[in-house]
């Protein structure tokens, strides 16, 4: 009896430790001021209970890593630096040819792309349990000045109570009901080049709604566009520059208030 009592509690326990921590991504995040703030990290290291590890691979590529194990890979162009690993979900947009391959490696278990038919968009609600990827599609600039409707995709991470917003290659202010059904995102990343996406000034409108705890800039051409966009956000939000490329982050250690946090593109082979 007491070994099959045993097994049960086993059993409980595992299946807690697989379960999903509920996110704000509808409501406001909780978050807790005054106490431990943002941990560097290598990708190779177990990621730390309730945490959530964000390495900034290149351009607007991602790497996102659960204390589960699992790996997620923003815009995959299918190159992330020759390193040994083979993402469970990568995610892609194609507004440019350098936001997504057309040969994911066969081994990816989840390649989600941001659009579908043209004009008809796409929709994603992968559930994982430790970890849910949705999206939410926007318009983008077709070729000769169209518009390709809900040619692209933001795509929403929830993992540990966070809730992680990846902006992609946005062209367009979201409307109230995209801004709705994003909810609310504790670490976002955006575009900042202020041009082949959007100009900065409308890009930092929508940063100042969103009023994430922690935005990463990317898809900065050369260190020009990203000063230009520092230089314009420091009167809304502080900037963090502290030169490394990983951050580890949770409900505990968000800033109490919204914070730009570069991190410096490395390959994932430079940092092994």
């Known amino acids: 009896m007491r070994s099959i009592l ?3 509690i086993l059993l ?13 991504c509808i409501a406001i995040a909780q978050n807790t001021p005054g106490i431990q703030y943002l941990h560097q990290a290598a990708w190779q290291d177990p990621v730390p209970e309730f945490s959530v590890r964000i390495s900034y691979v290149a351009h607007a590529s991602f790497l996102i890593q659960t204390p589960g194990g699992l790996n997620a890979v923003t815009d995959f162009t299918g190159f992330i630096g020759g390193a040994d690993l083979i993402p ?8 440019h040819d350098t936001h997504w391959t057309a040969y994911p490696d066969p081994a990816i278990p989840h390649v989600l792309q941001g659009w579908g038919e043209f004009g008809q968009g796409i929709e994603h609600y992968l ?6 990827v949705r999206n939410v599609s926007t318009d983008i600039r077709s070729a000769y000045g169209g518009v390709e409707e809900r040619g692209n995709s933001i795509f929403v991470f929830e993992v540990e109570g966070l809730c992680i917003g990846h902006l ?11 801004f709705a059904t994003l909810g609310r995102l504790d670490v976002v990343m955006a575009a900042v080049d202020g041009g082949t996406t959007m100009p900065l000034p409308e890009m930092i409108a ?3 709604r969103l009023k994430s705890s922690v935005i990463i800039p990317m898809h900065w051409f050369s260190g020009y566009s990203l000063d230009r966009f ?3 956000i420091r009167s809304d939000f502080p900037v963090r520059r502290d030169g490394v490329s990983e951050i580890e982050v949770s409900l505990r250690t968000l800033p109490d208030r919204p914070t730009v946090v570069v991190l410096e593109p490395r390959y994932l082979m430079e940092l092994e």
């Open 6 to 8: 045993a097994g049960l």
């Open 12 to 24: 409980a326990g595992t299946a807690a430790a697989q379960e999903r921590r509920p996110s704000h």
């Open 88 to 95: 469970d979900i990568v995610t892609m947009n194609h507004a």
């Open 127 to 132: 559930d994982l349990g430790e970890l849910l």
């Open 168 to 178: 992609g290659h946005l062209h367009h202010v979201p409307s109230d009901e995209q």
């Open 206 to 208: 929508v940063l100042q």
């Open 230 to 232: 520092l230089a314009d």
